[in-house]
């Protein structure tokens, strides 16, 4: 569970990049990461995940300027869902379908919450992966994968027509390939971003009144939201409902 959490952080690392760079159509390779006040290349030891933006206190060692948060956030977030993921299933073969789906999820609430986008570069490769590791590690499932991933598509399609001010293609796409991920799971997924985005949503409207109804909330946040939850609990949600509903 350490080595995964340590490992996540790494991963959180390379999510930062993800985040600031993808939208903006950069390279995520080249060049070295800089900080963006100066533009001085960040040395390796400076870089650590966490670590350093602690030691550092949030600032550049050149120019003194201060460093976002959210850097270490990102980091800790990962390496506590990556952590998570590997105390909850066991060190198996499903790892390689949940830690990149998680990956993907958290990198692209940070664009969502940025930009108000959640990028096809991301979405479509997502899709893909969930297919293709479904064939790898839960073949016998992989009708119902289908089946979820479609009804996830349909059922936000159809919230979008609507409702379109609250949600666009990009959250239609993206809970369908949560759907190939999460099987029957995707259910109790939606369940919770439909009721975190309400409570939030409710939230702004008491603080800022008639004005929040002009301000666009992020969707997709909510969505990876309920995506994390499900695959740390999702069956259990969904054995606790058939138990006490269906039987």
């Known amino acids: 569970m350490v080595l995964a959490g340590v490992f996540g952080a790494v991963v959180g690392s390379f999510l930062n990049v993800v985040v600031h760079r993808l939208p903006r159509g950069e390279s995520l390779v080249h060049p070295r990461s800089r900080c963006p006040s100066c533009g001085t290349p960040i040395a390796g030891y400076d870089n650590i995940p966490i670590f350093s933006w602690l030691v550092l206190r949030g600032r550049c060692r ?16 990962t390496a506590v869902t990556f952590a998570a993921v590997v105390l909850v299933g066991g060190l198996d073969d499903d790892l ?14 940070g664009i969502d919450y940025d930009h108000k986008l959640l990028p096809n570069r991301i979405v479509y490769p997502l899709a893909i992966w969930g297919l293709v590791a479904t064939v790898l590690v839960d073949r016998d499932d992989l009708v119902e994968h289908l089946v979820a991933g479609a009804g996830a ?10 409702y379109p001010r609250g949600m666009g293609m990009g959250d239609v796409k993206l809970a369908g390939a949560m759907g190939l991920y999460l099987g029957v799971s995707v259910i109790p997924a939606l369940l919770i971003a439909f009721l975190s985005g309400s409570i939030v949503g409710i939230v702004i409207l008491a603080r800022e009144g008639a004005a929040a109804r002009k301000k666009a909330v992020p969707f997709g946040i909510f ?3 309920g995506g994390i939850v499900a695959v740390l609990v999702g069956p259990d949600l969904v054995e606790l409902y058939e138990d006490n509903f269906l039987s």
């Open 153 to 162: 598509f349909l059922f936000l399609f159809l919230a979008v027509l609507a």
């Open 96 to 109: 390689v379908l949940e830690l990149p789906f998680v990956a993907a999820l958290i990198a692209l609430a």
């Open 223 to 225: 969505l990876a939201l």
């Open 62 to 77: 050149h120019c003194q300027a201060p460093i976002s948060p959210r850097y270490p956030a990102v980091e800790l977030l």
